[in-house]
T-cell receptor, first 114, second 116 residues
Framework: AQSVTQPDIHITVSEGASLELRCNYSYGATPYLFWYVQSPGQGLQLLLKYFSGDTLVQGIKGFEAEFKRSQSSFNLRKPSVHWSDAAEYFCAVGSTSGTYKYIFGTGTRLKVLA | EAGVAQSPRYKIIEKRQSVAFWCNPISGHATLYWYQQILGQGPKLLIQFQNNGVVDDSQLPKDRFSAERLKGVDSTLKIQPAKLEDSAVYLC??????????????FGDGTRLSIL
């Protein structure tokens, strides 16, 4: 069965510092992988996705993520965090057949210090 | 393009009452999803529609939850009767057409439901 683990519930970084949010997945094959961001009171916005090909994926707002098959990971990174990046971040695994169902992680809440 | 529209944004009811949520997906999107997001957790899929047919409702508590998507566009999710544990944000999402393969899901802003 597919599953997603986001080990960090909360992360605090200073503005301008680099960021890495961890995501580990369990799936029988190479899954589809996604990162979404959720600001308070809003829905989820897609940051980036991985379907196949280049393992380093560029997204919106300066985010990138790297798919590492050997580690079953899809970590999200940003070289310099802005105060507006404070939000909750969700990693999701999408199945590659059937209903293409998503399973979401429990999220990582990012706090940015001025 | 207009995004996924949901209403109401907030709803407060007492336990054992009924409530309904409405969702209008992005125009042309054949696949529609309802998720439940409990505080501190990720979204959990309740039901997935392909046009007006249900393709996955395995996690929908069918004794109290129901959903429909008449005409394959708008959808409503109903809870009757509500329980305290139903307090959550209910998110609607849509994607182009998963029968053609996996595609990104686009989310509405959700309905926050509080049960007293």
């Amino acid at each position: 069965a597919q599953s997603v683990t986001q080990p960090d519930i909360h992360i605090t970084v200073s503005e301008g510092a680099s960021l890495e949010l961890r995501c580990n997945y369990s799936y029988g094959a190479t899954p589809y992988l996604f990162w979404y961001v959720q600001s308070p009171g809003q829905g989820l916005q897609l940051l980036l996705k991985y379907f196949s090909g280049d393992t380093l994926v560029q997204g919106i707002k300066g985010f990138e993520a790297e798919f590492k098959r050997s580690q079953s990971s899809f970590n999200l990174r940003k070289p310099s965090v802005h105060w507006s990046d404070a939000a909750e971040y969700f990693c999701a695994v999408g199945s590659t057949s059937g209903t293409y169902k998503y399973i979401f992680g429990t999220g990582t809440r990012l706090k940015v210090l001025a | 393009e207009a995004g996924v529209a949901q209403s109401p944004r907030y709803k407060i009811i007492e336990k054992r009452q009924s409530v309904a949520f409405w969702c209008n997906p992005i125009s042309g999107h054949a696949t529609l999803y309802w998720y439940q997001q409990i505080l501190g957790q990720g979204p959990k899929l309740l039901i997935q529609f392909q046009n007006n047919g249900v393709v996955d409702d395995s996690q929908l508590p069918k004794d109290r939850f129901s959903a429909e998507r008449l005409k394959g566009v708008d959808s409503t999710l109903k809870i009757q009767p509500a329980k305290l544990e139903d307090s959550a944000v209910y998110l609607c999402a849509s994607s182009l057409d998963v029968s053609r393969g996996n595609q990104p899901q686009h989310f509405g802003d959700g309905t926050r439901l509080s049960i007293l």
